[in-house]
T-cell receptor, first 116, second 110 residues
Framework: KAGVTQTPRYLIKTRGQQVTLSCSPISGHRSVSWYQQTPGQGLQFLFEYFSETQRNKGNFPGRFSGRQFSNSRSEMNVSTLELGDSALYLC???????????????FGSGTRLTVV | KNQVEQSPQSLIILEGKNCTLQCNYTVSPFSNLRWYKQDTGRGPVSLTIMTFSENTKSNGRYTATLDADTKQSSLHITASQLSDSASYICVVSEEYKLSFGAGTTVTVRA
């Protein structure tokens, strides 16, 4: 079956712009979570959605937001981009919500965002 | 301070040799512990997932162990192959939060 699909794969934006990233989960998975990965900070949790509701949120500023649609596809938006937002943004899907679930997460290949 | 510490930060091994990666955590209460393999520029791929009651879990040449009493886990790679070159990340789950290790970068040389 198809895996987690993230689009676009690469993106270059200018400081101050906004960006929207897309994530299509594995068919049947209703939980989608987002992560930021940088060389200095490693993987950091952004937020998780389940059945169109945000279930958990990490410690990121309000410039980072997301939403989930009825077909479980999710989008992440970053407004007023800063140089420090340059990172690999990963999404992962799961059958059930919450990090404590034992179903595991399947990650997409990520979107590489570069802010110049 | 990170609640999940991995060691070593990086290592180089010869093809065919074994190696062991370490993960120490302070997360509590603990739901499960996962090991992921991440190739450069790709998303992490799950290798193993263990609950607190499991001591060992294998996935091909990868074997993870867990000691919930000492809060330590290890990932053993047997008969390494060039394709094992990647970053290996330890992830510990509480009920509502994931804590990530910084990863161990493994380089396998021919």
């Amino acid at each position: 079956k198809a895996g987690v699909t993230q689009t676009p794969r690469y993106l270059i934006k200018t400081r101050g712009q906004q960006v929207t990233l897309s994530c299509s989960p594995i068919s049947g998975h209703r939980s989608v979570s987002w992560y930021q990965q940088t060389p200095g900070q490693g993987l950091q949790f952004l937020f998780e959605y389940f059945s169109e509701t945000q279930r958990n949120k990490g410690n990121f500023p309000g410039r980072f937001s997301g939403r989930q649609f009825s077909n479980s596809r999710s989008e992440m938006n970053v407004s007023t981009l800063e140089l420090g937002d340059s990172a690999l943004y990963l999404c992962a899907s799961s059958l059930a919500p919450g990090p404590g679930n034992n179903y595991g997460y399947t990650f997409g290949s990520g979107t590489r965002l570069t802010v110049v | 301070k990170n609640q999940v510490e991995q060691s070593p930060q990086s290592l180089i091994i010869l093809e065919g040799k074994n190696c062991t990666l370490q993960c120490n955590y302070t997360v509590s209460p603990f739901s499960n512990l996962r090991w992921y393999k991440q190739d450069t520029g790709r998303g992490p791929v799950s290798l193993t997932i263990m609950t607190f009651s499991e001591n060992t879990k294998s996935n091909g040449r990868y074997t993870a162990t867990l000691d919930a009493d000492t809060k330590q886990s290890s990932l053993h790679i047997t008969a390494s192959q060039l394709s094992d070159s990647a970053s290996y990340i330890c992830v510990v789950s509480e009920e509502y939060k994931l804590s990530f290790g910084a990863g161990t970068t493994v380089t396998v040389r021919a």
